[in-house]
């Protein structure tokens, strides 16, 4: 007989009665029934009940035994009576009469529980992820991510792709989000950067080649973390070479569709080649985002016109000064107290905005301040032109484009939460494609990338040449599922000539373009062929299909939201001779004054 057991804790059936067998796992959960204990027995695979009468010397042994402790029960398989068997257990027609215990692990008292999973205070359950990831929720959660990366690798080899690595130590680039640097030993003064993405290297596989490149790839980047970003995360890279951006589409939603078919249940999923293409101008119209969740009926809509001249006058003051003004229907409202609407204000004030002003209908009549003023005949003919009935209400966003804009999707999505609008059971995916290649930045006051500066500009060199930067358009998409962002990718800019001059109306000289992408430039210089690809988000892919609202409930080992292990204790402190070794020395920080801490701290004091 093996050392550990003849059989896992999901194995054994009632074709088993009557058998020897040894089993090893964890103590998940103990019930005393008065000289008659029941163990609950754990292990990878799943549970099987133990029984351990009075007769059995196994009983003192387990009766002194905590939960999570490990142990080998040999002991021999009987059924259940008929009252007692559990469907929902494979092993639920049998359990096994202990014969003999022997203990290979004693657990100590738990710093949370595993069986039952309460719910616990993050820091603990990082802290001791090896327990936490015992609990059947998160153990789910960490196979379906194993099984979902299995199925994307073998999608993506079933569509012609080959899988490559690249370099985990690189050098560090001037765009994107921080880098995070590793010293060099030999070369004093130097650092390596981990890769926040395999751009450039996937890009050279393609001047090199190879075709079609794929890789689940580690990628770091040191930024904010919030519920759906984590600074070490794993995405699907992959690049394609001789295609177009229509060739990019039909390669990644088969891949994408079907690994969501396959793991979502029964919920449905939009098919591959149904996927909509939504330009950004559109999406950030209707829809308020580049990310929009298609399951919010609720469309935007831009209705400055109506108040170009009119009564309200905050409204015309904002449309004459170059301002807009963005609605989002609230069907079906009449039955809703003015509290409702109130709170909708209350709220856009509390995320940093001005206000959402907002028009009530009951019956055909309205109510509030902006139709008060604005005037009932002038509020009819705005509500035929949206299609609006006798009972919706509306909200209104006005502002700055981009503060319009922004105001609008964030209360279509809270408008469609409230009134249970979203639909459910179902992931509905989109593209987002036409992304300018450039915007104004008012800060510098120039034009700059508006993403990502290697996408080939719509139009190439003509367009760079004849039209104003901030019209030219960009080979640049996103994959959008649910309202995540799970991928952005591009047609890439393969011609050296082209890309200098993109640099240029983005206020980078050549000399700038050779020194930051020196590697890039010149292999392009050398024959590059069209290529184009993208990325999508292995972290949040499982995220969505796993329903967590946390990408932390996806990963095995995360940081917490200030980039902390607190597991092993990273970042750490580490000795002066392994400082000396990559010569680096660090530098105290100063603790500012104690009058400018009571000016940081409490301008308003007293």
Known sequence: MHAYRTHNCSQLQKSDVGSSVRLSGWIHRKRDHGGVLFVDLRDHYGMTQIVVDE?????????GLRVESV????????????????????????????????????????PLPVAGEQEYPEDIRLKYRFVDLRRETMHANIMLRSQVISSLRRRMQDQGFFEFQTPILGASSPE????????????????????????????????????????????????????????EFYQLDFEMSFVTQEDVFQAIEPVLAGVFDEFSGDKTVTPA?????IPYAEAMLKYGSDKPDLRNPLIISDVTHHFEKSGFGLFEKIVGGGGRVRVIPAPDTHEKSRKFFDEMNDWARREGFAGLGYVTRKGGEFGGPIAKNHGAEEMAKLYDELGLGPNDGLF?????????????????????????????????????VDFPMFEYDEEQKKVDFSHNPFSMPQGEMEALETKDPLDILAWQYDIVCNGYELSSGAIRNHRPDIMYKAFELAGYSREDVDANFSGMIEAFKL???????????????????????????????P??????????????????????????????????AAKDVDAVVAPDAG
């Open 55 to 63: 007769d059995s010397p196994a009983l003192q042994v387990l009766d």
């Open 71 to 110: 142990v080998t029960i040999d002991g021999e398989v009987k059924a259940r009576s008929e009252g007692t068997v559990n469907a929902n257990l494979p092993t639920g027609e049998i359990e096994v009469y202990a014969r003999a215990v022997s203990v290979q692990s004693s657990a100590n008292e738990l």
């Open 176 to 231: 994107g989000a921080r880098d995070y640097l590793v010293p060099s030993r030999l070369h004093p003064g130097r650092f390596y950067a981990l890769p926040q993405a395999p751009q450039m290297f996937k890009q050279l596989l393609m001047v090199a080649g190879f075709d079609r490149y794929f890789q689940i790839a580690p990628c770091f980047r040191d930024e904010d973390l919030r519920a759906d970003r984590s600074p």
């Open 273 to 277: 080649g149904e996927f909509p293409r």
């Open 396 to 432: 209104f966003a006005a502002g700055k484009e981009k503060e319009a804009a922004k105001l609008a999707g964030a209360a279509r999505t809270r408008v469609g939460e409230l009134l249970e609008l979203i639909e459910q059971g179902c992931f509905k995916f989109c593209w987002i």
């Open 527 to 557: 024959g590059a062929p069209p290529h184009g690809g993208s990325a999508p988000g292995i972290d949040r892919i499982v995220m969505l299909l796993a329903d967590e609202p946390n990408i932390r409930e996806v990963i095995a080992f």
């Open 559 to 592: 940081l917490n939201q200030r980039a902390q292990d607190l597991m092993m204790g990273a970042p750490s402190p580490v000795s002066q001779r392994q400082l000396r070794d990559v010569h680096v020395r660090l530098v105290e920080q100063k603790k500012p």
